[in-house]
Structure formats: structure tokens, C-alpha cells
């Protein structure tokens, strides 16, 4: 499977929103998939700063980027489209 992600240059971070709820989302067939996907991201943004912005592709001015991934159950959220 390809999961394709915009690029977090372009998009305006919320700052308000509901908490990410992956049982409202569209398609609940990848609720699974993407339960496991957030886990991950997690707990790379929580393990090694160094290896998480390798695998991830971040550069050094990304490195704020970690935090909110690991904290991404909590984040506020918004339509792609708003």
C-alpha cells in the first residue's frame, strides 16, 4: 500500500480542532491501517530525535515536527480543504 501525505510546508497548522478521532473518518475499512500507521509515527517521534528525522526526512529546521508527531492523539485537527 502507498500512502501519500501533502507536504508540511504548504499546510497552516490548527489551532484549534477536535482531537484526532479515526472512528469519524471516511473509508473505516483503513481504520486498522491507519491506527497501526499512528502508532508508529509515534513511537519513532518519541524514540531517537536523530533516527526519527532520518526516517522521516526531516531537516533541522523539521526538528519542532517530533513533538507534535509524538502528541498527534491530542493535536487539534481540520479538513485538508479548509
Not at 480542532?17 to 497501526?36: H, M, N, S, V, Y
Not at 509524538?70 to 493535536?75: F, G, I, S, V
Request: aromatic share 0%.
Amino acid at each position: 500500500m502507498l500512502i501519500l501525505l501533502p507536504p508540511s510546508e504548504g499546510k497552516t497548522r490548527p489551532e484549534r480542532g477536535r482531537a484526532l478521532d479515526l472512528e469519524t473518518l471516511g473509508l473505516p475499512e483503513l481504520t486498522t491501517t491507519r491506527e497501526q500507521l499512528l502508532r508508529a509515527l509515534i513511537r519513532l517521534s518519541e524514540g531517537r530525535p536523530a533516527r526519527a528525522m532520518e526516517v522521516l526526512g526531516l531537516g533541522p529546521t523539521q526538528a519542532d515536527a517530533l513533538p507534535r508527531n509524538a502528541n498527534l492523539r491530542d493535536e487539534p485537527t481540520a479538513r485538508a480543504d479548509a
